[in-house]
């Protein structure tokens, strides 16, 4: 009866009473060989196979398994990919059970991926090794997890680490300088500038709600006004502000008259240049002019019934009230005139004589 041969590593299973004479030497090669190319199970634990640039076509190199526990490349751990290559190289291999441990050390600087034919697989960098698994159907990584782990050195940035052994100081910053990571104290970072703050809808305001912490405000009522609320800004209606008192009107110079040009808008008068002009409406601005011409008055202010007028002194009028029957205006010398008994007899007055013609 003839052998059958092992669904993977395609090591010859012989049944009993089989291969008389030869069982021997058939099992020695199905466990392995004294030879450097290892062949059955001792290839597929730790035997290396080379993936020679004789490998390769057009990049590409497939290999396969057949029935016969001989050395063959596919059944080998360890793929040693020595080949020279002008692009990014393939290995195809059969869809077993099997783990790979794959060297690229290929001539060209190209990764290698390893995959079964019409699958994704693994792209290995030039340079790295890898340990990929074979789950029959396609060659992935053969382990994603590690409970616990120690480096020799620190994990250099090309790996995804940071080069340092070591945490910095508290509330100190991971930063790079160009070439190699380290920490620094925040103090030392620039400050930069925001292009945009994220949130807020249109027309609303920023402001801090707390330190470090943006809030905004919504937009408020037209024409109402900002002002700073018990916890927060806020917008309210103008009628509602209480309106102080200036001290002091900005603008304007020495000796020259504040006035309203419009609505809410203060002018200032010219300084006045001639003594005695008179601030007048000159139909158009407030300005300094001669004044109106005197007029006659019909009425004086005060005095009561009968009264007579006299100037008691340069600019200021008085009144004599009336006096008893009889009685004439006298006039006394550096004093106001006065109501007196009409004087009889000798006067030292001068006598006028009328003419009569």
Known sequence: MPSLYSANLRIELMTTGDKSGVWGSITNTNLGSTSSAASGLEQAIVGTAVCATGDFTANVATYTLIDDPAYQ?????????????SAPGIINVPAIFKPYLVFNNSVGGFAVTVKVAGQTGVSVPNGKKAWLYNNGTDVGVAMDYLPTLALGTALPVSSGGT????????????SSTGSAMTWVAPS???????????GGATGSLPYQSAPSTTTFLPIGTTNYVLTAGATAPQYVAQSTLAVGTANNIAGGSANRVAYQTGVGTTGFVATPVTAGNALIWDGTNVTWGTGPASSSASNLAGGGAYTVVYQSSVGTTAYLTNGTTGQVLLANTGAAPSWGALVTGPSTAKTYYMAQF
């Open 73 to 85: 490349v596919a059944r080998a751990f360890v793929l040693n990919v020595t080949a020279t290559l």
């Open 163 to 174: 080069g340092l052994n070591a945490v910095g100081a508290s509330t100190y910053l991971l």
């Open 188 to 198: 030392t970072i620039p400050a930069g500038s925001a292009t945009n703050i994220t």
